[in-house]
């Protein structure tokens, strides 16, 4: 079965600083990796995507991720973090391969707070 | 507006009082989803549709029910509340079947059942 890991519940930034949200993933066969940003009071909103093309996925504000297939990591970064980035991310993995549920399994998230 | 939209966006009902939270999207996906979120726990799936009339459990399908008669209706039945379903809900859809297809997710409903 596969499974996601996110090290690190919360994570402390400056305003300007780099942003590094750990995923790491498990999986028999190859898999499409996700991220998803929420907001506060708000769902889910995808961030960036991994479907097999490029390992250097670049997403919405900013945001890349890199997909590691020796260290099965998916890490998310941002090089200058932005008061507007507080919020809650999710790595999740998809379930199955071709033809499958279009589930999504999600790691237990990672609250980013930025600090002025 | 493409969107995802659920209802009520928060309830508070007591144990064994039938509810139910109902979710449509506009944008003719054939696969829909629900899923609860709990703090250290993440995202579950509680069940999907992969089409009208094609339902199937998820992880955590207890205490729950779904329907999809209608392509863009995917209503969340709770028959008999009880306090351990207490939790966040989100409905999503997305395009076929096709895994890397983006899930939309709705705003969300809290639900807390005393």
């Keep these: 079965a596969q499974s996601v890991t996110q090290l690190g519940s919360h994570v402390s930034v400056s305003e300007g600083a780099l942003v590094l949200l750990r995923c790491n993933y498990s999986s028999s066969v190859p898999p499409y990796l996700f991220w998803y940003v929420q907001y506060p009071n708000q769902g889910l909103q995808l961030l960036l995507k991994y479907t097999s093309a490029a390992t250097l996925v670049k997403g919405i504000n900013g945001f890349e991720a890199e997909f590691k297939k020796s260290e099965t990591s998916f890490h998310l970064t941002k090089p200058s973090a932005h008061m507007s980035d507080a919020a809650e991310y999710f790595c999740a993995v998809t379930q199955g391969y071709g033809g499958a549920t279009n589930k999504l399994i999600f790691g237990t998230g990672t609250l980013l707070a930025v600090q002025p | ?114």
Excluded at chain 2, 11 to 24: D, E, P, Y
Excluded at chain 2, 73 to 95: D, K
Aim: hydrophobic share 30%.
């Design chain 2, 1 to 114: 507006e493409a969107q995802v939209t659920q209802n009520p966006r928060y309830l508070i009902t007591v144990t064994g009082k039938k509810l139910t939270v109902t979710c449509s999207q506009n944008m003719n996906h054939e696969y829909m989803s629900w899923y609860r979120q709990d703090p250290g726990l993440g995202l579950r799936q509680i069940y999907y549709s992969m089409n009208v009339e094609v339902t199937d459990k998820g992880d955590v399908p207890e205490g729950y029910k779904v329907s999809r008669k209608e392509k863009r209706n995917f209503p969340l039945i709770l028959e008999s509340p009880s306090p351990n379903q207490t939790s966040l809900y989100f409905c999503a859809s997305s395009l076929g079947q096709v895994v890397a297809n983006e899930q939309f997710f709705g705003p969300g409903t809290r639900l807390t059942v005393l």
